[in-house]
């Protein structure tokens, strides 16, 4: 089965740079959410999107910013980059099916490395 | 505002035994979603199992079994017959309804040895 398609699977970058990282839902899925997991933690949700409307907002900086196209693609765009800004970065997928939740599939997560 | 804790930072079990990780959390809601991430050595993040609050059915998924305890806000993962390939870091994670929002414990590291 199709799975959640993320790249780059690594990026390494200087400080002050910019970054985007892409996602590609899994075929037919409608909403994308996107967590940041740091070294030795927990994924932290950042956003997610719903039919390219932002759906939910949660602990993203304000040097991020992110869309969904309207292949249902979404890309997550961050500027300024500090080294604290290295982590692995999930994209996940779900489709809405009208129930109240969704389960979200994740994708392998790109690496950004910021040196 | 919702918690979700994981006492246990590493586990370990033999090949064919069977293991069990807690989950604990804490919310005032009365119906959410409760599931079961493997993160594997590659870091890929698989669900393992997902929960309604309202069903009072444990969920099962072949060797994973859940107990649920609603009143205790209790969430433990059982996996029969370990496997090598189980090894891994497993995520307890929460979520209320009409939310996007997945949110994680700690982890527990599971060692699953031949």
């Known amino acids: 089965a199709a799975g959640v398609i993320q790249s780059p699977r690594h990026l390494i970058k200087e400080k002050r740079e910019t970054a985007t990282l892409k996602c590609y839902p899994i075929p037919r899925h409608d909403t994308v959410y996107w967590y940041q997991q740091g070294p030795g933690q927990d994924p932290q949700f950042l956003i997610s999107f719903y039919e390219k409307m932002q759906s939910d907002k949660g602990s993203i900086p304000d040097r991020f910013s992110a869309q969904q196209f309207s292949d249902y693609h979404s890309e997550l765009n961050m500027s300024s980059l500090e080294l604290g800004d290295s982590a692995l970065y999930f994209c996940?997928?779900?489709?809405?099916?009208?129930?109240?939740?969704?389960?979200?599939?994740f994708g392998p997560g790109t690496r950004l490395t910021v040196l | 505002a919702q918690t979700v804790t994981q006492s246990q930072p590493e586990m370990s079990v033999q090949e064919a035994e069977t293991v069990t990780l807690s989950c604990t959390y804490d919310?005032?809601?009365?119906?959410?979603?409760l599931f079961w991430y493997k993160q594997p050595p590659s870091r890929q993040m698989i669900l393992v199992i997902r929960?309604?609050?309202?069903?009072?059915q444990n969920a099962t998924e072949n060797r994973f079994s859940v107990n649920f305890q609603k009143a205790a806000k209790s969430f433990s993962l059982k996996i029969s017959d370990s496997q090598l390939g189980d090894t891994a870091m497993y995520f307890c994670?929460?979520?209320?309804?009409?939310?996007?929002?997945?949110?994680f414990g700690t982890g527990t590291r599971l060692q699953v040895f031949p």
């Open positions: 996940a997928s779900s489709r809405n099916s009208g129930a109240s939740t969704d389960t979200q599939y």
């Open positions: 929960q309604e609050a309202y069903k009072q």
């Open positions: 919310t005032s809601e009365n119906n959410y979603y």
């Open positions: 994670a929460f979520m209320k309804p009409n939310t996007d929002k997945l949110i």
